[in-house]
């Protein structure tokens, strides 16, 4: 046993330290090995070692020296001539492929869409098409893909359980199917956990350890970081506040049971509320366009959808106590005054202290992100096994 620990340690150290550079050049971009030792708190020859076995097994690359005076330093940063990850986003209505190199920056021009099938079959055979596309891009490695998928996924078994919005992935593995078909490693994450991810990685979390994540886009999903670890509950199901009953007489949800808050707050509850008004059904994007247009006047439904929304804020700062609360959906596009209203609204709704320490503001990563940010967390986390990595080791110079 002693041997054993013997043997294993100096490895570990190695890969802990590696993770954490890896982790800063996510995190705060492309870095000198000066840099990196300064801001790891590493002497130069760990720093060295690490940066040579990282550029071995492909994880990192220098970038091309910038044009000027004198010989600056060559940074060093997360790979992208040769190496990318993917990313699929399974939605209601439209899915999207996404492709990224290891820093996340998602390269908008080879995005692919496609309209959601109604079959499960027919999605996976669609996302395989459009993934394979991406993925037979010359002298590029896939190092994996990522999902996105809304509703409850069990993020042990990488199994949708039960999906509202997107029923056909119930008691489904998106992620072990496509792997079987495309030959490349899948990790399937709950939407707005990944959204999480992206806003950290990539966004206006950076660098913070307490925040949250309300989704209010197709439905109502919320993601929560707690001392730079996502609350997952014992299954990945947690943050479920879209299935809380927030009106005892209110309609049917997607989940059976009725007056849920994501029948009221979300832009698929305010689109199927204004189609209930018109007499006939218009989705999201066709009712932003009456409102546009100046043909239709929705003050009632948001003044209404404003007060829910506020509600759902208050029960998560309330709850969470987080240093920022972003929220993500493209309902506030509708009307200028709706999110300063929103914010009004919360605090007098909230315990004054916990709003006091919260700031509000509106997500700026996108579910693509989510996507990409949620594989890369994941190849980066694979260094260390899990249960060391839960220990919280501090690297060692
Ligand atoms: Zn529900």
Request: proline share 4%; charged share 20%.
């Amino acid at each position: 046993m002693e041997n054993t620990r013997s043997l294993i340690q100096p490895v570990l150290l190695s890969r802990i330290n590696e993770q954490q550079i890896l982790r800063m050049l996510l995190e705060q971009g492309p870095l000198s090995r000066a840099e990196i030792a300064r801001v790891a708190g590493l002497g130069p020859p760990t720093v060295s070692r690490a940066i040579e076995a990282l550029l071995q097994s492909g994880y990192v690359e220098e970038e091309a020296p910038q044009a000027g005076f004198g010989r600056p330093a060559k940074k060093l940063r997360l790979a992208v001539r040769s190496a990318q990850v993917l990313g699929l986003v399974l939605d209601a209505e439209r899915c999207r492929v996404v492709c990224a190199g290891l820093d996340g920056k998602v390269r908008a021009d080879r995005t692919q869409t496609f309209t959601t099938p109604d079959s499960y079959e027919a999605l996976l055979d669609q996302a395989e098409m459009a993934l394979r596309t991406l993925l037979d891009t010359p002298n590029m490695t896939t190092w994996g893909i990522g999902v996105s998928m809304p509703g409850l996924v069990d993020s042990n078994l990488q199994m949708g359980l039960l999906s509202p919005n997107l029923p056909i992935t119930n008691g489904r593995t998106p992620g072990r199917d496509l792997e079987k078909r495309l030959g490349a490693a899948c990790l399937v994450m709950q939407e707005e956990h990944a959204l999480c991810l992206a806003e950290r990685y990539f966004g206006s979390a950076r660098g913070l350890e307490n925040f949250a994540m309300l989704d209010v886009s197709t439905g109502v999903g919320l993601g929560v970081m707690s001392s730079g670890r996502l609350l997952t509950g014992q299954n990945g199901l947690a943050g479920e506040i879209g299935h809380i009953t927030v009106d005892l007489r209110g309609r049917r949800c997607g989940c059976g049971n009725y007056g849920c808050l994501e029948t009221v707050a979300c832009d698929t509850a305010l689109a199927a509320i204004v189609s209930q008004r018109l007499g006939r059904k218009v989705d999201f994007d066709a009712m932003a366009a009456l409102v546009a247009r100046g043909e239709l006047k929705l003050e009632e439904e948001l003044g209404t959808l404003c007060s829910y929304l506020a509600v759902a804020l208050a029960a998560v700062i309330n709850l969470f106590n987080p240093a920022s609360l972003f929220v993500h959906g493209r309902l506030f596009a509708l009307d200028p005054n709706l999110f300063p209203r929103l914010l009004e609204e919360t605090g007098r709704r909230t315990l004054a202290p916990s709003f006091q320490a919260c700031r509000i503001v509106q997500a700026r990563g996108s579910k693509r992100q989510g996507a990409v940010a949620a594989i890369i967390d994941h190849l980066i986390d694979s260094l260390v096994p899990m249960e060391i990595s839960h220990l919280n080791y501090k690297a060692v110079a």
